[in-house]
């Protein structure tokens, strides 16, 4: 089956400690990124990949980082994560960079951060 | 900057047809798409509209007009499981492809 796998799908950390959050497609998909969702905010881009060793900023990158060594996985890593970064995450892939393949998106992750 | 808006709610009962418009300000696209997400799970494709017109796929429509810089989602035949947030979004030419979403429109479908 198609799809974009993200572990966890709950996590609750307390500050500072380091966390990843792993996302993986078997779709062969050039595309990849990570968006966070909040209330009233709607889905912000985080970081993208446009290819394996390729990667650049979205809208809200402070805070991530994020690594393309393999073009199936695309993980998020928080450094220090901290209470504003209390979020559902989504990964999502996508053929191209074009617009006529949609994304297809993970399941999310719940992050609490205390 | 880029930016799409769109109704934060809109309410319909089942089996009427209802409309979500999205209005866009964006330099360059490749075309509008629309996503729904039920309950907090993960965002699903439902359309593309790459040229000015009518897409239709089902009970489900989307329409595009880059002169008026809007297009819309049309959801007929309305359903209780339409119940769900919908989102348009465009890919920018010049960030690399990045998907801009618009904030949500939350569909309530009433019996």
């Known amino acids: 089956e198609a799809q974009v796998t993200q572990n966890p799908r709950y996590l609750i950390t307390v500050t500072g400690k380091k966390l990843t959050v792993t996302c993986s497609q078997n779709?062969?998909?050039?595309?990849m990124s990570w968006y966070r969702q909040d209330p009233g905010l709607g889905l912000r881009q985080i970081y993208y990949s446009m290819n394996v060793e390729v990667t650049d900023k979205g809208d809200v990158p402070e805070g991530y980082k994020v690594s393309r060594k393999e073009k199936r996985n695309f993980p998020l890593i928080l450094e220090s994560p901290s209470p504003n970064q209390t979020s559902l995450y989504f990964c999502?892939?996508?053929?191209?960079?074009?617009?006529?393949?949609?994304?297809?998106f993970g399941s999310g992750t719940r992050l609490t951060v205390v | 900057g880029q930016s799409l808006e769109q109704p934060s709610e809109v309410t319909a009962v089942e089996g009427a047809i209802v409309q979500i418009n999205c209005t866009y300000q964006t330099s360059g696209f490749y075309g509008l798409s629309w996503y729904q997400q039920h309950d907090g799970g993960a965002p699903t494709f439902l359309s593309y509209n790459a040229l000015d017109g009518l897409e239709e796929t089902g009970r489900f429509s989307s329409f595009l007009s880059r002169s008026d810089s809007y297009g819309y989602l049309l959801l007929q035949e309305l359903q209780m499981k339409d119940s769900a947030s919908y989102f348009c979004a465009v890919r920018a030419w010049n960030q690399g492809g990045k998907l801009i979403f618009g904030q949500g429109t939350e569909l309530s479908v009433k019996p």
């Open positions: 779709m062969n998909h050039e595309y």
């Open positions: 999502a892939s996508s053929p191209s960079r074009a617009g006529d393949y949609g994304y297809t």
